[in-house]
């Protein structure tokens, strides 16, 4: 799992590789010379090339004096523009003074100077919070004009200068894009990715590599899931593997009037790999289930058009037998579901409530505290807001904060939807949020969320914990990728998701497939 690191997480990572014997001064340069070759890859010539160094008053200015003078040994024309007139001190000092020994122009700021092919931003860090002001507000605006198409100086001094349209530059950002006021081509994170790029908003940045300069981060609360994370929660079957190995999915939820929502669950969790799906709904629900998805167990569990507390006893020797039970998609909010979900909570089963699961609990989650066994909630920003007691935009401005909070104040582990799910753990041990990079716009259609039900209560059947759930996720945000392929983005539906769960697995699997005991 890659870290997706704070400012103060960073900071504690630098300082431990220093007083653990690096100078600061030594991850000065090798953080400088990272982004100096991912200028030269960026740029795609040495000779010829015109690079911009922008540097700040602090650390990412300091790293941009690196990268001038590295720059100008490899052959590029370099000039550096310093923001402030104030001289940086520490590492960034001595730094400059290799920089100006080695005779790289270095001038005040101004415009003429970004007529050039790559403006390297070196302005603000991620120590910075707030607006920029002043002089580095400027610099930042006139970047932006720069890679807008505005007009800019031609690079001649003196009161000759002459207004041209130049070339649209590229932009390589140091660690992070600054203030996010620069939209940045590429960003080199250094050490690792910071929370303040990834969750940006979807179109508002590059490219991030990140460049190893010998500081490990240790201690961090988010990480970003990447395949070798999954594997080990994926099913893997053996000769002498039957169908009770892989796990018993209970899915208790559906009404007369929603018969699909409990149906996608259903095959979600069995294209998930689940050994047995046993689905307990009205009767509507189980007839069309029958035609759908014959490989599923199917039980009446009411002569109602909706479920109440008393399904759970008609369903009562399935639950004896099931490893995970699923509820809430197509549930309705009635007084009956109401009952039904509390009494489901004092099963002892782990349990995975979605939809109308949530909505029942909204103003009464208290109830989900004190579970022997894990609890699953699957919100996307309306039902978080609902569960949090906040406007949904207020979820929106953080939704890594708003998972963190529901997991720690309930108790739970909480799948955030949307772009970049969260997955927070909050159940046991200090909170901690697993990040799925994975998924698009394909999966915003109705459905997809019923999919995803199923398929983390099939990993959750095997595995009751944290890492099985976000590898449901990532396999599911695989799969809507599949789907799209075979599909068109815009023609996916919630059935091809399901349908393509075995085929996104498949393909985790593929890069380790040599190695047997994965």
């Known amino acids: 799992m890659r870290p997706l690191v704070t400012s103060e997480e960073m900071k504690a990572a630098d300082e431990a590789a220093i007083s653990g014997g690096t100078p600061a001064e030594v991850l000065m340069d090798r953080a400088g010379r990272a982004?100096?070759?991912?200028?030269?890859?960026?740029?795609?010539?040495?000779?010829?090339?015109?690079?911009?160094?922008?540097?700040?008053?602090?650390?990412?200015?300091?790293?941009?004096?690196?990268?001038?003078?590295v720059l100008a040994g490899e052959g590029l024309g370099v000039v550096c523009c310093q923001v402030s007139d104030e001289e940086p001190s520490g590492a960034a000092k001595h730094h400059l003074d290799l920089l100006r020994a080695s005779g790289v122009r270095v001038v005040p700021f101004?415009?003429?100077?970004?007529?050039?092919?790559?403006?390297?931003?070196?302005?603000?860090?991620t120590g910075f919070s707030g607006e920029p002001r002043g002089p580095a507000?400027?610099?930042?605006?006139?970047?932006?004009?720069?890679?807008?198409?505005?007009?800019?100086?031609?690079?001649?001094?003196?009161?000759?200068?002459?207004?041209?349209?130049?070339?649209?530059?590229?932009?390589?950002?140091?660690?992070?894009?600054?203030?996010?006021?620069?939209?940045?081509?590429?960003?080199?994170?250094?050490?690792?990715?910071?929370?303040?790029?990834?969750?940006?908003?979807?179109?508002?940045?590059?490219?991030?590599?990140v460049a190893d300069v010998g500081i490990t981060v240790g201690d961090y609360r988010v990480g970003l899931v990447e395949?070798?994370?999954?594997?080990?929660?994926?099913?893997?079957?053996?000769?002498?593997d039957h169908k009770t190995s892989h796990g018993h999915v209970a899915v208790l939820t559906g009404s007369t009037e929603v018969t699909g929502a409990p149906v996608l669950t259903a095959r979600g969790a069995a294209r998930m790999g689940a050994g047995y799906v046993s689905l307990?709904?009205?009767?509507?629900?189980?007839?069309?289930?029958?035609?759908?998805?014959?490989?599923?167990?199917?039980?009446v569990v009411t002569d109602q058009d909706s479920l109440g507390p008393g399904a759970l006893?008609?369903?009562?020797?399935?639950?004896?037998?099931?490893?995970?039970?699923?509820?809430?998609?197509?549930?309705?909010?009635?007084?009956?579901?109401?009952?039904?979900?509390?009494?489901?909570?004092?099963?002892?089963?782990?349990?995975?409530?979605?939809?109308?699961?949530?909505?029942?609990?909204?103003?009464?989650?208290?109830?989900l505290l004190g579970r022997d066994h894990p609890t699953v909630l699957t919100p996307h920003a309306a039902e978080m807001a609902r569960l949090l007691g906040v406007e949904t935009s207020e979820v929106l401005k953080d939704r890594l904060g708003a998972a963190l909070e529901a997991a720690k104040r309930f108790g739970c582990i909480v799948v955030l939807k949307g772009h970049n799910t969260v997955v927070?753990?909050?159940?046991?041990?200090?909170?901690?949020?697993?990040?799925?990079?994975?998924?698009?716009?394909?999966?915003?259609?109705?459905?997809?969320?019923?999919?995803?039900?199923?398929?983390?209560?099939?990993?959750?059947?095997?595995?009751?914990?944290?890492?099985?759930?976000?590898?449901?996720?990532?396999?599911?945000?695989?799969?809507?990728?599949v789907a799209a392929e075979a599909r068109g983005e815009t023609g996916v539906v919630a059935w091809d998701v399901a349908e393509s769960l075995p085929e996104a697995i498949r393909r985790i699997r593929a890069p380790y497939a040599s190695k047997t005991c994965l």
Request: hydrophobic share 45%.
């Open 35 to 69: 982004v100096a070759r991912a200028v030269i890859h960026e740029a795609g010539a040495r000779y010829g090339t015109r690079v911009t160094v922008v540097c700040g008053k602090g650390n990412n200015g300091g790293d941009g004096y690196v990268v001038a003078r």
């Open 110 to 125: 101004h415009e003429r100077y970004l007529d050039c092919d790559v403006i390297v931003d070196a302005v603000l860090g």
């Open 137 to 209: 507000a400027a610099a930042l605006g006139a970047i932006l004009n720069a890679v807008q198409g505005e007009k800019v100086h031609d690079a001649v001094d003196g009161a000759n200068a002459v207004p041209v349209v130049g070339p649209t530059p590229r932009i390589v950002s140091v660690d992070v894009s600054s203030a996010g006021w620069v939209p940045a081509d590429l960003i080199v994170a250094i050490a690792a990715e910071k929370q303040e790029t990834f969750f940006r908003e979807p179109d508002g940045g590059g490219r991030v590599i």
């Open 227 to 240: 395949d070798h994370d999954v594997l080990w929660e994926l099913p893997r079957l053996t000769p002498d």
């Open 280 to 299: 307990g709904s009205t009767r509507a629900v189980i007839e069309a289930a029958s035609v759908m998805v014959p490989e599923v167990l199917k039980t």
């Open 313 to 367: 006893d008609r369903f009562g020797s399935v639950l004896e037998r099931a490893d995970v039970l699923a509820l809430g998609p197509g549930l309705g909010t009635g007084k009956a579901q109401r009952e039904l979900i509390a009494a489901a909570l004092k099963r002892p089963l782990p349990l995975v409530l979605d939809a109308d699961a949530l909505n029942v609990l909204a103003g009464s989650a208290g109830a």
């Open 424 to 481: 927070a753990r909050g159940d046991a041990g200090p909170p901690f949020a697993s990040v799925i990079p994975v998924g698009g716009p394909e999966l915003a259609t109705a459905g997809t969320g019923d999919v995803l039900t199923g398929a983390i209560a099939a990993l959750l059947a095997r595995n009751p914990r944290h890492t099985a759930v976000a590898a449901a996720c990532y396999v599911h945000g695989i799969a809507g990728g």
